[in-house]
């Protein structure tokens, strides 16, 4: 149980263009989804907490209208790159949280922009 | 600002051995601290936690301990085998109206066979 998937598993893109990333919760219903930017060799890198039918709270430093997040049901958050440049070529997570500190990470997206 | 602190990015190990990832933390506010395991191109996986009241939290071969008066944790897992390579990540957990979980930047441990 508490499986979490996440679609595109790798993506490439073009620089200026927008890229959509889906976060499912397939078997379990999640009030609470958290998206992670991981770079190579660092830590996971909280970018901003997602609550079903509310407006997501963004992390210090993360451009809220660069990182478009929507939290339509309680089985689905996106994560939308919008404008992507080079710099935002990253390894992005979704974790689910079904309490305070359970949370079930997806298998991540690997952005690069071109 | 790195509340959580693995200064070690690797450690290895003979199979059968001890092996000892260790944690710092700064913000004396973490109610909570976890151990999460992961393996290349797949999303962390949970693995052990402490409440911040207890000093030790024992699951099988994985143990934690938690000295909060010098804001250190590790993580202990006895005895180890070669399936356990993998990055670990130590996190600290807070509640700011919210919960959040901070991350380490995680020890990649190699056991050998």
């Known amino acids: ?114 | 600002d790195q509340q959580v602190k693995q200064n070690s990015p690797s450690l290895s190990v003979q199979e059968g051995r001890i092996s000892i990832l260790n944690c710092d933390y700064t913000n004396s506010m973490f109610d909570y601290f976890l151990w999460y395991k992961k393996y290349p191109a797949e999303g962390p996986t949970f693995l052990i936690s402490i409440s911040s009241i207890k000093d030790k939290n024992e699951d099988g071969r994985f143990t934690v301990f938690l000295n909060k008066s010098a804001k250190h944790l590790s993580l202990h897992i006895v005895p180890s085998q070669p399936g356990d390579s993998a990055v670990y990540f130590c996190a600290g957990g807070l509640n700011t109206g919210g919960f959040k979980t901070i991350f380490g930047a995680g020890t990649r441990l190699f056991v050998k066979a």
Not at chain 1, 52 to 69: C, H, M, R
């Open chain 1, 1 to 114: 149980g508490a499986v979490v998937s996440q679609h595109p598993s790798w993506v490439i893109c073009k620089s200026g263009t927008s890229v959509k990333i889906e976060c499912r919760s397939l078997d379990f219903q999640a009030t609470t989804m958290f998206w992670y930017r991981q770079f190579p060799k660092q830590s996971l890198m909280l970018m901003a907490t997602s609550n079903e039918g509310s407006k997501a709270t963004y992390e210090q430093g993360v451009e809220k209208d660069k990182f478009l997040i929507n939290h339509a049901s309680l089985t689905l958050s996106t994560l939308t790159v919008t404008s992507a440049h080079p710099e935002d070529s990253s390894f992005y997570i979704c974790s689910a949280a079904t309490g305070p500190y359970e949370q079930y990470f997806g298998p991540g997206t690997r952005l690069t922009v071109t």
